[in-house]
């Protein structure tokens, strides 16, 4: 669903019944700026967000990543 900021603003209360069903994308001077999505919608995107982040963290880990405290332990022994 699209609409502009000023019928966002007029319109508010439908807008928001809508972006429980489906993201809300708001448009201002003819460019997309905001999307509006469901609490629902935004937990499953940061759950995907912080699998994917912890799937690198452990490759990085398996590979020999180092971690904070080493990593300074590194850069003050130079």
Known sequence: MKTTATEMKNHF???LEGALS???VI???GRSIVVMLSMKEYERLMAL???YWGEKALK???IG???RKESS???RSK
Request: proline share 5%.
């Open 60 to 62: 990085a880990e398996k």
């Open 49 to 51: 967000d912080d699998a």
């Open 22 to 24: 489906e993201p809300v």
């Open 27 to 29: 448009e201002k001077s």
């Open 73 to 75: 332990e590194f850069l």
């Open 13 to 15: 209360g439908e807008y």
């Open 65 to 67: 990543y180092i971690g």
